[in-house]
């Protein structure tokens, strides 16, 4: 049996941390930001975890 393919779009969007977490990026920062206020684009600036709901499908996606 061949080897699993990573997907290449999720192999782009998350990292994995020291302790095994999934670190993402959050959303809605790359265009139409005239009408975000300062605070909100500053805050989606920062990195978070996922959520532990859709940790299984991550994981399946990087094939962990």
Do not use: C, E, W, Y
């Not at 699993?4 to 790359?30: C, E, W, Y």
Request: positive net charge.
């Amino acid at each position: 049996m061949p080897k699993m393919k990573t997907k290449s779009s999720a192999k782009k969007r998350f990292k994995l941390t020291g302790t095994g977490k999934i670190k993402r990026k959050h959303a809605f920062k790359s265009h139409i930001l005239t009408k975000k206020s300062t605070k909100r684009k500053r805050n989606l600036t920062h990195s978070t975890l996922v959520d532990k709901s859709d940790v299984k499908s991550v994981k399946d996606q990087l094939v962990l």
